[in-house]
Protein backbone atom coordinates (compact mmCIF):
# COMPACT_ATOMS: atom_id res chain seq x y z
CA UNK A 1 0.00 0.00 0.00
CA UNK A 2 2.48 2.28 0.96
CA UNK A 3 4.44 2.22 -2.41
CA UNK A 4 1.03 2.93 -4.20
CA UNK A 5 0.18 5.61 -2.33
CA UNK A 6 3.72 7.15 -3.46
CA UNK A 7 3.10 6.32 -7.32
CA UNK A 8 -0.18 8.08 -6.85
CA UNK A 9 1.32 11.13 -5.25
CA UNK A 10 3.72 11.22 -8.00
CA UNK A 11 1.59 10.88 -10.31
CA UNK A 12 -0.87 13.91 -8.86
CA UNK A 13 2.52 15.95 -8.88
CA UNK A 14 3.10 15.51 -12.25
CA UNK A 15 -0.28 16.49 -13.61
CA UNK A 16 -0.38 19.26 -11.40
CA UNK A 17 3.11 20.78 -12.99
CA UNK A 18 1.81 19.93 -16.01
CA UNK A 19 -1.32 21.98 -15.65
CA UNK A 20 0.53 24.78 -14.29
CA UNK A 21 3.01 25.01 -17.60
CA UNK A 22 -0.38 24.80 -20.03
CA UNK A 23 -1.11 28.15 -17.64
CA UNK A 24 1.57 30.06 -17.92
CA UNK A 25 1.79 28.72 -21.89
CA UNK A 26 -1.68 30.02 -22.43
CA UNK A 27 -1.10 32.87 -20.23
CA UNK A 28 2.35 33.82 -22.16
CA UNK A 29 0.98 32.99 -25.95
CA UNK A 30 -1.62 36.49 -25.69
CA UNK A 31 1.41 38.45 -24.73
CA UNK A 32 3.53 37.24 -27.93
CA UNK A 33 1.06 37.81 -30.32
CA UNK A 34 0.56 40.96 -29.35
CA UNK A 35 3.81 41.51 -29.20
CA UNK A 36 4.20 40.50 -32.87
CA UNK A 37 1.24 42.24 -33.78
CA UNK A 38 2.55 45.70 -32.77
CA UNK A 39 5.71 44.90 -33.92
CA UNK A 40 4.38 43.77 -37.64
CA UNK A 41 2.37 47.29 -37.49
CA UNK A 42 5.49 49.54 -36.79
CA UNK A 43 7.13 48.02 -40.02
CA UNK A 44 4.56 48.38 -42.20
CA UNK A 45 4.17 51.78 -41.10
CA UNK A 46 7.97 52.37 -40.90
CA UNK A 47 7.48 51.00 -45.04
CA UNK A 48 4.70 53.13 -45.97
CA UNK A 49 6.11 56.24 -44.50
CA UNK A 50 9.42 55.89 -46.15
CA UNK A 51 7.59 54.45 -49.61
CA UNK A 52 5.61 58.09 -49.31
CA UNK A 53 8.67 59.96 -48.90
CA UNK A 54 10.39 58.46 -52.11
CA UNK A 55 11.38 60.70 -54.79
CA UNK A 56 10.64 59.39 -58.71
CA UNK A 57 13.36 57.31 -60.02
CA UNK A 58 13.93 60.13 -62.28
CA UNK A 59 14.68 62.85 -59.85
CA UNK A 60 17.06 60.61 -57.76
CA UNK A 61 19.23 60.11 -60.96
CA UNK A 62 19.47 63.35 -61.45
CA UNK A 63 20.85 64.55 -57.74
CA UNK A 64 22.94 61.45 -57.76
CA UNK A 65 24.86 62.80 -60.57
CA UNK A 66 25.08 66.51 -59.45
CA UNK A 67 26.61 64.86 -56.29
CA UNK A 68 28.43 62.77 -58.62
CA UNK A 69 30.44 65.46 -60.25
CA UNK A 70 30.91 67.48 -57.09
CA UNK A 71 32.70 63.74 -55.64
CA UNK A 72 34.91 63.51 -59.10
CA UNK A 73 36.01 67.00 -58.30
CA UNK A 74 37.32 66.27 -54.68
CA UNK A 75 38.96 62.98 -56.09
CA UNK A 76 41.25 64.95 -57.69
CA UNK A 77 42.53 67.09 -55.01
CA UNK A 78 42.98 64.25 -52.44
CA UNK A 79 45.43 62.35 -55.10
CA UNK A 80 47.22 65.93 -54.98
CA UNK A 81 46.97 66.57 -51.61
CA UNK A 82 48.10 63.10 -50.80
CA UNK A 83 51.07 63.09 -52.67
CA UNK A 84 52.02 66.76 -51.22
CA UNK A 85 51.96 65.82 -47.74
CA UNK A 86 54.26 62.36 -48.57
CA UNK A 87 57.28 64.41 -49.78
CA UNK A 88 56.31 67.27 -46.89
CA UNK A 89 55.87 65.27 -43.54
CA UNK A 90 55.29 68.24 -41.53
CA UNK A 91 53.89 71.56 -42.76
CA UNK A 92 53.90 74.72 -41.20
CA UNK A 93 50.41 75.50 -42.16
CA UNK A 94 49.25 72.61 -40.20
CA UNK A 95 51.09 73.09 -36.90
CA UNK A 96 49.75 76.87 -36.88
CA UNK A 97 46.04 75.76 -37.69
CA UNK A 98 46.39 73.29 -34.98
CA UNK A 99 47.59 75.94 -32.66
CA UNK A 100 44.28 77.78 -33.46
CA UNK A 101 42.45 74.81 -32.47
CA UNK A 102 43.93 74.63 -28.93
CA UNK A 103 43.99 78.02 -28.29
CA UNK A 104 40.56 77.72 -26.38
CA UNK A 105 40.62 75.02 -23.89
CA UNK A 106 37.44 75.54 -21.95
CA UNK A 107 36.27 72.24 -20.60
CA UNK A 108 33.44 71.82 -22.44
CA UNK A 109 34.85 72.31 -25.92
CA UNK A 110 37.54 69.26 -25.17
CA UNK A 111 34.75 67.40 -23.66
CA UNK A 112 32.80 68.04 -26.88
CA UNK A 113 35.54 67.19 -28.67
CA UNK A 114 36.39 63.57 -27.08
CA UNK A 115 33.10 63.08 -27.37
CA UNK A 116 32.67 63.18 -31.18
CA UNK A 117 35.02 61.53 -31.45
CA UNK A 118 34.37 58.73 -29.09
CA UNK A 119 32.11 56.39 -31.83
CA UNK A 120 35.42 55.98 -33.84
CA UNK A 121 37.48 55.22 -30.66
CA UNK A 122 34.75 52.17 -30.17
CA UNK A 123 35.26 49.72 -32.88
CA UNK A 124 31.96 47.61 -31.49
CA UNK A 125 30.31 51.24 -31.61
CA UNK A 126 31.02 51.70 -35.03
CA UNK A 127 29.97 48.74 -36.21
CA UNK A 128 26.91 48.17 -34.61
CA UNK A 129 25.55 51.44 -36.30
CA UNK A 130 26.32 50.38 -38.65
CA UNK A 131 24.76 46.75 -38.14
CA UNK A 132 21.94 48.67 -37.39
CA UNK A 133 21.55 51.34 -40.15
CA UNK A 134 22.03 47.88 -42.73
CA UNK A 135 18.56 46.25 -40.74
CA UNK A 136 16.24 48.92 -40.51
CA UNK A 137 17.28 50.02 -44.44
CA UNK A 138 16.75 46.08 -44.96
CA UNK A 139 13.50 46.20 -43.17
CA UNK A 140 11.96 49.28 -45.10
CA UNK A 141 12.81 47.87 -48.23
CA UNK A 142 15.98 49.56 -49.16
CA UNK A 143 17.47 46.61 -50.09
CA UNK A 144 20.19 48.33 -52.69
CA UNK A 145 21.08 50.82 -50.31
CA UNK A 146 21.52 48.63 -47.14
CA UNK A 147 24.04 46.69 -49.16
CA UNK A 148 25.75 49.56 -50.31
CA UNK A 149 25.97 51.07 -46.57
CA UNK A 150 27.75 47.52 -45.57
CA UNK A 151 29.63 47.43 -48.81
CA UNK A 152 30.94 51.32 -48.64
CA UNK A 153 32.05 51.05 -44.86
CA UNK A 154 34.05 48.06 -45.63
CA UNK A 155 36.03 49.28 -48.49
CA UNK A 156 36.78 52.54 -46.56
CA UNK A 157 38.54 50.43 -43.89
CA UNK A 158 40.70 48.97 -46.42
CA UNK A 159 41.45 52.11 -48.18
CA UNK A 160 42.46 53.86 -45.34
CA UNK A 161 44.72 51.08 -43.79
CA UNK A 162 46.25 50.77 -47.45
CA UNK A 163 46.75 54.22 -47.88
CA UNK A 164 48.46 55.09 -44.62
CA UNK A 165 51.20 52.57 -45.62
CA UNK A 166 51.89 54.39 -48.94
CA UNK A 167 52.02 57.92 -47.40
CA UNK A 168 53.47 56.52 -44.29
CA UNK A 169 53.39 60.38 -42.56
CA UNK A 170 54.01 60.45 -38.65
CA UNK A 171 50.96 61.64 -36.72
CA UNK A 172 51.44 65.06 -34.86
CA UNK A 173 54.02 65.22 -32.59
CA UNK A 174 53.94 66.66 -28.63
CA UNK A 175 56.89 68.51 -29.18
CA UNK A 176 55.36 70.60 -31.72
CA UNK A 177 51.51 70.54 -30.32
CA UNK A 178 49.36 69.63 -27.71
CA UNK A 179 48.60 65.90 -27.74
CA UNK A 180 45.88 65.31 -25.84
CA UNK A 181 44.71 61.65 -27.00
CA UNK A 182 47.37 59.84 -28.61
CA UNK A 183 46.84 57.57 -31.12
CA UNK A 184 48.84 55.17 -32.84
CA UNK A 185 49.31 54.43 -36.62
CA UNK A 186 50.27 56.60 -39.14
CA UNK A 187 48.82 60.01 -39.76
CA UNK A 188 47.78 60.45 -43.38
CA UNK A 189 44.53 60.19 -43.95
CA UNK A 190 42.51 60.40 -40.92
CA UNK A 191 40.47 56.94 -40.15
CA UNK A 192 37.86 58.57 -37.98
CA UNK A 193 36.92 61.22 -40.83
CA UNK A 194 36.90 58.38 -43.61
CA UNK A 195 34.89 56.53 -41.28
CA UNK A 196 32.35 58.85 -40.61
CA UNK A 197 32.19 59.92 -43.44
CA UNK A 198 31.74 56.38 -44.80
CA UNK A 199 28.41 56.02 -43.15
CA UNK A 200 27.25 59.61 -41.84
CA UNK A 201 27.85 61.22 -44.92
CA UNK A 202 26.52 57.82 -47.18
CA UNK A 203 23.03 58.27 -44.79
CA UNK A 204 22.82 62.43 -45.77
CA UNK A 205 23.83 61.54 -49.63
CA UNK A 206 20.85 58.99 -49.39
CA UNK A 207 18.84 61.65 -47.27
CA UNK A 208 19.26 63.93 -50.16
CA UNK A 209 18.92 61.73 -53.25
CA UNK A 210 15.86 59.13 -51.75
CA UNK A 211 13.97 61.03 -49.69
CA UNK A 212 11.58 64.55 -50.12
CA UNK A 213 9.76 66.59 -47.73
CA UNK A 214 9.99 67.85 -44.33
CA UNK A 215 9.65 64.75 -42.06
CA UNK A 216 10.69 65.01 -39.15
CA UNK A 217 12.90 61.42 -39.62
CA UNK A 218 14.41 62.53 -42.43
CA UNK A 219 14.79 66.27 -41.07
CA UNK A 220 17.08 64.54 -38.28
CA UNK A 221 18.66 62.31 -40.42
CA UNK A 222 20.04 65.00 -42.57
CA UNK A 223 21.23 66.94 -39.18
CA UNK A 224 22.52 64.35 -37.28
CA UNK A 225 24.64 62.76 -40.63
CA UNK A 226 26.21 66.50 -41.26
CA UNK A 227 26.84 67.38 -37.80
CA UNK A 228 29.16 64.08 -37.55
CA UNK A 229 30.71 64.46 -40.59
CA UNK A 230 31.19 68.52 -40.05
CA UNK A 231 32.87 67.70 -36.83
CA UNK A 232 34.84 64.94 -36.81
CA UNK A 233 37.51 66.77 -38.41
CA UNK A 234 37.81 69.54 -35.86
CA UNK A 235 37.97 67.11 -33.43
CA UNK A 236 40.51 65.47 -34.77
CA UNK A 237 43.02 68.26 -35.03
CA UNK A 238 41.76 69.50 -31.85
CA UNK A 239 42.91 66.62 -29.61
CA UNK A 240 45.96 66.76 -31.90
CA UNK A 241 46.20 63.14 -32.80
CA UNK A 242 45.94 64.47 -36.34
CA UNK A 243 47.23 67.22 -38.99
CA UNK A 244 44.71 69.31 -40.76
CA UNK A 245 46.35 68.50 -44.05
CA UNK A 246 45.53 64.07 -42.58
CA UNK A 247 41.53 65.60 -42.60
CA UNK A 248 41.24 67.21 -45.28
CA UNK A 249 42.61 64.50 -47.17
CA UNK A 250 39.99 61.97 -45.47
CA UNK A 251 37.33 64.18 -46.14
CA UNK A 252 38.40 63.95 -50.35
CA UNK A 253 39.28 60.85 -50.36
CA UNK A 254 36.17 58.76 -49.19
CA UNK A 255 33.76 61.59 -50.51
CA UNK A 256 35.37 60.56 -53.80
CA UNK A 257 34.77 56.48 -52.60
CA UNK A 258 30.74 57.74 -52.20
CA UNK A 259 30.99 58.83 -55.38
CA UNK A 260 32.43 55.62 -57.34
CA UNK A 261 30.00 53.81 -54.70
CA UNK A 262 27.14 56.39 -55.95
CA UNK A 263 27.51 56.03 -59.40
CA UNK A 264 27.32 52.02 -58.50
CA UNK A 265 24.40 52.93 -56.67
CA UNK A 266 22.56 54.36 -59.53
CA UNK A 267 23.38 51.80 -62.16
CA UNK A 268 22.18 49.50 -59.74
CA UNK A 269 19.24 51.17 -58.83
CA UNK A 270 18.26 51.58 -62.51
CA UNK A 271 17.96 48.39 -63.03
CA UNK A 272 15.90 47.86 -60.17
CA UNK A 273 18.78 45.34 -58.59
CA UNK A 274 17.13 44.08 -54.89
CA UNK A 275 14.57 46.41 -55.53
CA UNK A 276 10.97 45.36 -53.65
CA UNK A 277 8.42 43.73 -55.21
CA UNK A 278 6.24 46.02 -56.30
CA UNK A 279 8.96 48.77 -57.60
CA UNK A 280 10.16 45.98 -59.58
CA UNK A 281 7.35 45.49 -61.28
CA UNK A 282 7.71 48.87 -62.22
CA UNK A 283 11.05 48.53 -63.65
CA UNK A 284 9.84 45.73 -65.73
CA UNK A 285 6.96 47.85 -66.73
CA UNK A 286 9.27 51.08 -67.77
CA UNK A 287 11.93 48.52 -69.33
CA UNK A 288 9.50 47.19 -72.01
CA UNK A 289 7.67 50.45 -72.35
CA UNK A 290 11.51 51.72 -73.54
CA UNK A 291 12.00 48.75 -75.31
CA UNK A 292 8.49 49.18 -77.94
CA UNK A 293 9.97 52.85 -78.37
CA UNK A 294 12.95 51.59 -79.69
CA UNK A 295 11.17 49.10 -82.22
Do not use: C
Not at 27 to 54: F, G, H, L, M, Y
Not at 102 to 113: D, V
Not at 182 to 192: E, M, N
Amino acid sequence: MPDISRDTERQESRIREKSAQDTRDDNKAPVENSIEEETQEVVQEAKKEVAAARLPWYRRIKRGYILLGIYALLFVLSALLATFVHFHPVLGIDVTITHEFQENQAPWLSWLMTAISYIGDQNWLSIGLVVLAVVIFWIVDLRLEAVIIAVVYALSGLLNALIKIIVNRPRPNASVVEVFRAATGQSFPSGHVMSYVAFWGLLFTFGVILFDGWRWWRIALLVISAFFVVMVGPSRIYLGAHWASDVLGAYLIETALIGIALFIYLQLDERGVLASRKEHTWFSARKIARGKRHV
